[in-house]
């Protein structure tokens, strides 16, 4: 063994003692020789034969390092060598990888490696390096790069952490021992390969002896009997993960559950008296709260849930008991009426029962218990209570004033007895058809009752304690009126009855039947005849057909409605009833003119008249209404006509600018004084500044003048300049009202070339004239060619 490979096995023995003990020999190993690829004797085998070894390059490992290295000096990793390495400072080592540089650094010549931060195994468990050996001048490879690991051994340097801090749990009430409330975790981040640093076991700092944990799983139990919650709901437990196996030195953390009791139906209800007294009104209205009562239960939520029942009372069906479901009380209910004189007290029995009950805990039963109830009931001053809830009764029509009806009854339900007083509601009876005995309650008539116009009444009676007044009450009382045969049958309808002039004797022309507002019980029978004054006379005759019936019939072949057009028929109808009734109805038969199959074609004006139901003075009355309204439609627009309307100017001077309507015809062509024609022939002549006549001009303002366009013509301007004249002058017109107006003007303008039709500019003498021309513009001025076109001698004459 030359020289070389002890220096490397020296090294190794370094590295695995600086290694943890009891892992063996994980180090980087370089084993030399002689020249790499050269061979050398080393001595012979069994056999003699000479044995040769080859030189080898180097042979990798691993390196470990202790993390939270607490030294003041850079850590050793270990040492690199090349066998290319001649020790004359040629050979230079790199480091490459994970961490090279900085937290691992080489010496370049020694090739030394040092970590230099402190390393947590936590954050990286090992690294990764390539290492290479090179010629520092030349920069060539001296050996091939190759890789290596450095591992971090891990210490105990975390304690055990909890998932949950604090963790919350519930377990019913009376549970066995060992039943499993929760589970809790700690998480240790030490390997947990490499020694008890990461191996957990719990433990229970506070919460006994009611609950335990299992030190390997965690799970807690409960460790006691009959825990109850109505004693203690709530339990605080601490408990304890320690690493390192819970033995001495470990790192441990602790955790808090709260453990709460959850409620199981393990009470029954109890009241809290055996004898509940409530005192009510005899005045009590059904369906009101006599009394509340209530069981007291340790449980709580559904397990307290109680229902009430009533097993016994000496009035039954007078009371009722339900549950009030938000607060578990008892609420006795009043069903039927009470009576202080009839009845003073009550006794009940009721009981109260859980809703829910939990079998396992029939033992600690029953759950259910029971009360006696005593109503106490107090007499109150009451109104007078009528024998019955309404009164029927019956009168006939023809009863006369003062007839007794009915009677109705009342008696004071109390002690005392008080008298009654009888009156009737006039808001029930506003036509006071009844009155009432105030003593005895008789019902008697005061006005004539007819059953046709009402054949009910419906009063309300009073009844008044004299004792006491406010006391009262009332019943309703029906009055129905009976019938009496005092009306007689008439036309069941205004019959439209017409006869053709070409009748036949006994010729049916009108069925009629009756009505009668009277009703008989056996149904009404009516009888028709004609009228005894008009039998002897008679153009028709009445045919009674025994059923209600009857029909009106001709007597002669033929009618006249020139003769006479209208026929009345008095027809008697009476009744089969007592006492009889009868009545004469007068039929109106017209006499029309017919077709050969019957069919109505014309009637008379008087029969229409009949028919339409107007008399003469009524027509009169419509002919003058209409004769009126007319005359006022006329004399409405008369006053419309006879309105002036009102001049623009009212000074009669000015008329400058304006146009004059006048209705007059005027004197012609010589009368020039009526307006100044000067004024239309040469409107340039007008003053440009003239002021208004008709009100008093400010001179406070000056005119204000609008640039006016040259005149295209060296004469009189034509009707542009005349426009923008006029607007210029209203313009810087102070007086000028300060809404919009409209000014109109009568100019024809100058130099018309078809020059100007009007009368104003022709001359005064009529000889210059000369109208022939007319004759030749065709027939439409024939008239005015005849009115100027003739001689001179003609139109002298």
Same mark, same amino acid.
């Given at each position: ?33 002689? !020249?790499? *690829? ?9 056999? *003699? ?6 030189? !080898? ?29 001649? *020790? ?25 490696i040092h970590a230099t931060k402190r390393l947590d195994r936590e954050e990286k468990a090992y690294y990764i390096l390539h290492a290479k050996a090179v010629n520092r001048f030349t920069n060539e490879a001296l050996e091939g790069e ?18 949950? @801090? ?134 709580? #939520? ?338 419309? !006509? ?24 005027? #004197? ?23 002021? !208004? ?24 301007? @034509?009707?542009?300049?005349f426009i923008n004249q006029r607007l210029q002058d209203n313009d810087s017109d102070p007086t000028a009202p300060p809404y919009d107006s409209l000014a109109t003007y009568a100019y024809e303008g100058n130099g018309s070339v078809a ?43």
């Open positions: 063994m030359d020289r070389r490979k002890v220096y490397v096995l020296m090294v190794l023995w370094v590295l695995a003692h600086l290694s943890s003990p009891g892992l063996g020999l994980k180090a980087l190993r370089r084993t030399t020789g002689g !020249r790499r *690829g050269s061979t050398g004797l080393t001595g012979e085998d069994a056999n *003699g034969v000479p044995l040769r070894r080859s030189k !080898r390059g180097w042979m990798w490992n691993q390196f470990f390092l202790l993390e939270e290295y607490t030294g003041t000096d850079m850590q050793y990793v270990g040492k690199l060598h090349s066998d290319g390495d001649r *020790g004359d400072g040629s050979t230079r080592y790199v480091l490459t990888g994970d961490g090279a540089g900085t937290l691992f650094k080489i010496d370049e010549k020694s090739g030394d190759s890789e290596f690991i450095i591992k971090i051994h891990d210490i105990n340097d975390n304690e055990p952490k909890f998932t949950k @801090d604090p963790y919350f749990a519930r377990v019913p009430e009376m549970s066995d021992i060992g039943t499993s409330v929760i589970q809790v975790t700690a998480t240790d981040a030490d390997d947990a390969t490499y020694g008890n640093s990461a191996r957990v076991v719990y433990s229970i700092l506070e919460g006994q002896p009611y609950f335990s944990v299992d030190p390997e799983t965690g799970l807690i139990k409960t460790a006691l009997p009959g825990m109850d919650r109505e004693v203690k709901e709530n339990y605080q437990v601490v408990i304890q993960a320690k690493d390192m196996a819970g033995q001495m030195g470990g790192l441990s953390g602790t955790t808090t559950v709260s453990i709460a009791l959850s409620d199981v139906n393990d009470n029954p209800p109890r009241f809290t008296k055996t004898l509940y007294e409530f005192r009510v009104p005899e005045s009590m209205e059904l369906g009101s709260v006599v009394g509340v009562i209530r069981a007291m239960d340790a449980d709580i #939520g559904e397990n307290a849930e109680m229902d009430y029942r009533i097993t016994r009372s000496d009035g039954p069906g007078m009371f009722d008991v339900g549950t009030n479901r938000s607060t578990q009380e008892g609420v006795i209910v009043l069903r039927k009426p009470l009576d202080f004189e009839r009845k003073r007290q009550y006794s009940l029995s009721i009981q109260v029962e859980n809703v829910h009950i939990n079998p396992r805990f029939f033992s600690v039963g029953p759950f259910k218990d029971e009360a006696t109830i005593k109503i106490v009931v107090e007499d109150v001053d009451e109104p007078p209570v009528f024998e019955r809830a309404s009164y029927v009764m019956e009168v006939k029509e023809d009863a006369a004033r003062n007839t007794i009806v009915g009677s109705v009854s009342a008696l004071d339900p109390d002690d005392k007895n008080s008298l009654v007083r009888y009156t009737i509601d006039r808001r029930t009876d506003m036509d006071r058809v009844f009155n009432i005995h105030a003593g005895n309650g008789s019902v008697f008539i005061l006005r004539e009752l007819d059953r046709e116009e009402n054949p009910w009444h419906n009063i309300s009676v009073i009844a008044t304690e004299f004792t006491n007044p406010r006391q009262i009450s009332r019943v309703p009382v029906y009055i129905r009126v009976l019938d009496v045969n005092d009306n007689a049958p008439t036309f069941a309808t205004n019959y439209e009855t017409f006869v053709c002039e070409n009748a036949k004797a006994n010729q049916r022309i009108q069925t009629i039947s009756a009505t009668d507002p009277d009703e008989p019980l056996a149904g009404h029978r009516f009888f028709f005849s004609l009228a005894q004054e008009a039998a002897g006379k008679a153009n028709f005759s009445v045919r009674d057909n025994k059923d209600n019936t009857a029909w009106i019939l001709t007597r002669r072949n033929s009618y006249n409605s020139l003769q006479k057009s209208i026929y009345h028929v008095p027809v008697v109808i009476s009744d089969g009833d007592f006492p009889m009734q009868s009545s004469t109805n007068t039929l109106t038969i017209r006499v029309c003119t017919c077709d050969r199959e019957g069919n109505m074609k014309l009637c008379n004006a008087e029969a229409f008249t009949a028919r339409a139901g107007l008399s003469t003075g009524a027509l009169v009355a419509i002919l003058l209404c209409v004769i009126i309204l007319l005359m006022i439609v006329v004399l409405f627009a008369a006053l419309r !006509r006879q309105r002036k309307k009102e001049p623009l100017i009212i000074s009669k001077e000015d008329v400058r600018d304006n146009v004059v309507s006048y209705n007059d015809e005027g #004197g012609g062509e010589e009368d020039t004084q009526a307006f100044d024609i000067g004024t239309l022939r040469n409107p340039e002549a007008i003053e440009e500044s003239k002021q !208004r006549r008709d009100i008093v001009p400010e001179t406070f303002y000056p005119p204000i003048r609008r640039p006016v366009a040259p005149p295209t013509r060296d004469n009189n301007g @034509d009707v542009r300049d020059e100007s039709l009007s009368s104003l500019e022709s001359v005064t003498t009529e000889g210059d004239q000369d109208y022939n021309y007319l004759s030749e513009w065709g027939p439409r001025f024939k008239k005015l060619a005849d009115m100027y076109g003739g001689d001179d001698s003609d139109r002298d004459s």
